[in-house]
């Protein structure tokens, strides 16, 4: 499945007649039709498959009947299979992903590959996030066997929240090295004034398949550890802005990054420490 997956994207991405159809794909209305199936009782075809071809261990999830594919795409896992580091001083995942680690420049710049990312684009019209100047780009890439649900870094409060209407590439790094998806993709934007890591931008961003991303608030309190939201059907990234001189992280983030391995992390497990 994953091989023949991965023609059907060197196709889109690498072949005249597959752009074509890849900006038709793309397109919100295609992902929302497909949404809306996944979110159908006919979706639920899927499920047994599903698990046999991704591996997934469902006895680290709670015990549910699923009435759609989304339903089952979004279930819960054990809270013993997540435990979330309490430690104030400890930056943690906010999801189970791929992490990239990312320097941001004097201008606000950011590189992946052949695409320069510049903070403003990737948060237009914010009105509240510092401009993470010399700070730090987390870049969390969400497989779809992974668990799609995400949390909260720390305590704080949501200062500023924003939906950013776009297109639905995918997140894969055939893509990522293409196209400069965090700023084309849909997505949403949270700015959080934190007790432990200033103030930061966490970014939810859709891709191709994606129904939408369903965060629980859009403002007041939030605490550590407890769940932000979820993205239902579809590959999807959790982009983290951080300011100078606010976390310390392991350098072999960086390394792993410039030699194209992304690490893998856990929800809620220590990943850096408060400067």
């Known amino acids: 499945m994953k091989s023949n997956e991965s023609k059907l994207l060197k196709f889109l991405y690498h072949t ?38 991704n591996a997934i261990d469902m006895d680290e999830y709670e015990k549910a009947e699923y009435g759609s594919f989304n339903q089952f795409f979004t279930r819960k896992i054990l809270p013993e299979k997540r435990a979330v580091c309490m430690d104030e001083n400890a930056l943690i995942s906010p999801c189970d992903a791929r992490l990239s680690a990312y320097r941001i420049n004097e201008d606000s710049v950011f590189h992946i590959k052949h695409s320069a990312y510049k903070v403003p684009d990737l948060i237009p019209e914010s009105v509240c996030a510092p401009d993470y100047k010399e700070g730090i780009c987390l870049i969390f890439r969400l497989c779809v066997d992974d668990y799609h649900r995400y949390g909260n870094i720390d305590e704080g409060e949501i200062i500023e929240n924003k939906a950013v209407k776009g297109r639905l590439h995918t997140v894969r790094p055939i893509a990522v090295n293409k196209y400069p998806v965090f700023t084309q993709n849909s997505r949403e934007y949270s700015i959080i004034k934190t007790k432990n890591f200033g103030t930061i931008a966490q970014i939810e961003v859709g891709a191709m398949m994606i129904g939408k991303i369903s965060n629980h608030q859009t403002s007041g309190k939030v605490v550590r550890g407890t769940e932000k939201g979820m993205f239902l059907y579809g590959g999807s990234t959790i982009v983290l802005l951080l300011e100078k001189d606010k976390v310390r992280l392991p350098e072999i983030y960086f390394e792993n990054t410039k030699n194209d391995i992304e690490t893998r992390v856990l929800y809620g497990s220590r990943i850096g420490e408060k400067w």
């Open 16 to 53: 005249v007649p597959g752009r074509m159809v890849l900006k038709l794909l793309t397109s919100p209305i295609i992902s929302k039709i497909g949404g809306a199936y996944m979110d159908s009782a006919l979706s639920t075809v899927h499920i047994k498959r599903f698990i046999k071809n």
